[in-house]
């Protein structure tokens, strides 16, 4: 398994991708001494920014792990975008309808589904099952010393492991809160016309009333920024395990917590950033 990653960075450029980190330890996480974690976490997920903008760049690796984060999250999005937009929807609705303006039901929907659900439901998904899934894999590779041999060989694991992972929980994260704002407009869509009886054209119409582009492109910033922090998390988890197996188990439940954590303090501070803006 360690001879695939070598291919994957190339076998002529894997002596360039041994950096600073490569020798590196990143202090372990633990409650006694949580400070410690913590620069722990900013000192590794300083060297993974820093090693994005260093050729050569794990491109194999890359599209490999896109498409895995993407396998174990798309189903769980759509499954969720569609019950939380529609039960949004809903609530607005019957509190349209009391006033005699259920045609402003695409408003409320385009709002809720834009600014607050579709990011939601990417934090649920990218922290529950991206986030978990790599803190897994490298939790893995690091309880089999894979790291270790890694730099051994002159392969800095930041570089050939952790970057490409990173980046495909970002890009990962803007494709599932693109396609969940979609598919939760068009299920909302579907229940206010058959539903509660809304006019199609009004629907429509009136999607446009309380969102602009500004709102979509703050959407897409919260979302970028939920698949970076939530794969920086997994991978300082995961690289950091110490006990064997259990720990594993014990790590990417910490990952999911955290990146809850951090991930819904962004989506606060984001909103609000992006409120002030728009003014």
């Known amino acids: 398994m360690t001879l695939d990653i070598v291919d994957d960075a190339g076998p002529t450029s894997a002596p360039n991708l041994v950096g600073k980190s490569a020798a590196f330890r990143w202090p372990r996480p633990g409650a006694a001494n949580p400070l410690q974690s913590i620069g722990g976490f ?9 090693a994005i903008f260093k050729p050569p760049f794990a491109w194999r690796e890359f599209l490999e792990q896109a498409l895995f984060v993407a396998k174990v999250s798309t189903v769980t999005a759509l499954v969720l975008s569609i019950p939380y937009v529609v039960s949004a929807t809903f609530a607005f609705n019957t509190l349209l309808v009391e006033f005699g303006a259920a045609d402003f039901s695409g408003s409320g929907a385009a709002l809720g589904a834009v600014t607050q659900l ?24 690091t309880i089999r010393e894979e790291l270790d041999a890694l730099r051994v060989m002159g392969v800095d694991p930041v ?46 119409a009136g999607m446009t009333l309380l969102v602009g582009i500004d709102d979509v492109v703050v959407a897409l910033i919260k979302a970028g920024m939920f698949g ?34 951090a991930l819904l303090f962004i989506n606060v501070v984001v909103t609000g950033l992006g409120f002030e803006v728009q003014k």
């Not at 900013?42 to 820093?50: K, M, N, Q, Y």
């Not at 490409?164 to 809160?177: D, M, Q, S």
């Open 42 to 50: 900013f000192a590794l997920s300083l060297d993974i920014l820093v």
């Open 159 to 204: 570089r050939a492991l952790m970057v490409p992972r990173v980046l495909a929980a970002t890009v990962v994260a803007l494709l599932l809160a693109s396609l969940v704002t979609l598919i939760g407009l068009v299920g909302g869509f579907f229940f206010s016309v058959f539903f509660q009886h809304v006019t199609p054209g009004a629907f429509v």
């Open 118 to 141: 579709g990011p939601f439901v990417t934090v649920i998904v990218v922290a529950g099952a991206g986030a978990s899934a790599i803190c897994a894999d490298l939790g893995a590779r």
């Open 228 to 261: 970076l922090t939530a794969g920086l998390i997994a991978c300082y988890q995961g690289t950091t395990v110490t006990r064997g197996p259990a720990a594993v188990g014990n790590a990417v439940n910490e990952t999911v917590v955290l990146s809850f954590v």
